[in-house]
């Protein structure tokens, strides 16, 4: 704590900021781009519940039907994210440039990993007989 109250102090006194006038809230609503985040989160919801539903047969219609809506919802969502005139959620100049594209994919990958191994490790533990209250059951 003491070292962020200095670091603190130094910002106080040192730090230049810029400052500029925020944009007005109606402007902001007037740029926003309401069309692709609709698209977007409609589209990842059908993916998530096809998903959902492969849990009980990958072959059945009603889980084919949602990978396929969710999936072209969210075609329709790039589309809409490349060719839209407001600011777009996810701009499509940041794939243009090799490192943030390569940083992203990196991102994704990685929280595939991450999000398999907090789901996984606590379940191979409650399989193999662990448990939190009694630490000798292994």
């Known amino acids: 704590m003491p070292s962020a109250g200095v670091a603190l102090a130094l910002l106080y006194f040192f730090l230049k900021l810029n400052p500029h006038t925020p944009p007005t809230a109606a402007y902001l609503l007037s740029t926003f781009d309401f069309l692709g985040l609709g698209l977007l989160i409609s589209g990842l919801a059908i993916l998530l519940v096809g998903f959902t539903f492969g849990e009980q047969g990958w072959g059945q219609a009603r889980t084919i039907a ?3 809506v969710g999936a072209a ?4 969502a790039i589309v809409v994210e490349l060719k ?4 777009p959620i ?10 943030a594209a390569a940083l992203l994919t ?7 990993a991450f999000n398999g191994l907090a789901y996984y490790q606590p379940l191979w533990f409650q399989v193999t007989g662990s448990s939190p209250v009694r630490p000798d059951a292994l």
């Open 66 to 68: 949602c990978l396929v």
């Open 73 to 76: 919802v969210l075609a329709a």
């Open 84 to 87: 839209t005139k407001r600011s």
């Open 90 to 99: 996810i701009p499509p100049r940041l794939f243009r440039l090799r490192t």
């Open 106 to 112: 990196g991102v994704f990958v990685q929280s595939f």
